[in-house]
């Protein structure tokens, strides 16, 4: 729902949809396709139902055969929600646009990535919470965002 509908409905408008942002190079993976075991085991987890996944990258569209490939060889969700930068845009605005964006569309948990200066940055310019992933060491970056995510019901209610 747009801030516009929120406005002309006020109180009666509906929640809006639960979304986290993640960062890809050096986040997700390395090296432009090795998979970071903790962030795929995380994301892999999440109820797509509940939760929508949002890539924000500096990657340009020249990525895409391979981006996508990666999304899909790790089962990872937000295949459709993949946001490369433009070629005339720089990643820092990019990032930001895209983030500002997005809160307006959803609730958005955290922003996940290694660059403070870039999604950091963009996170905090649209009030969500940002987890830093320490490249050397990425465990408890991801763990502490499985713990937001799961204080939001993302993984939805263990079976068996
Ligand atoms: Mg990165």
Redesign the pocket.
Known sequence: MSDLARSVFGDDAPAKPLAVVV?L???VCTGFDCPIRCAVDVLARIDRQRVTVHYVTARTDVSRTGTDRFIMDHRLPGWRHVHYCPKWQGSKSHKAQVHVHLVKEYRVIASI???DEEEGEAARLAGVPFVRVDRSNPVPAWAELEKLLDTNGAFGTPTG
């Open positions: 960062d190079d050096d986040t990535g290694d660059l």
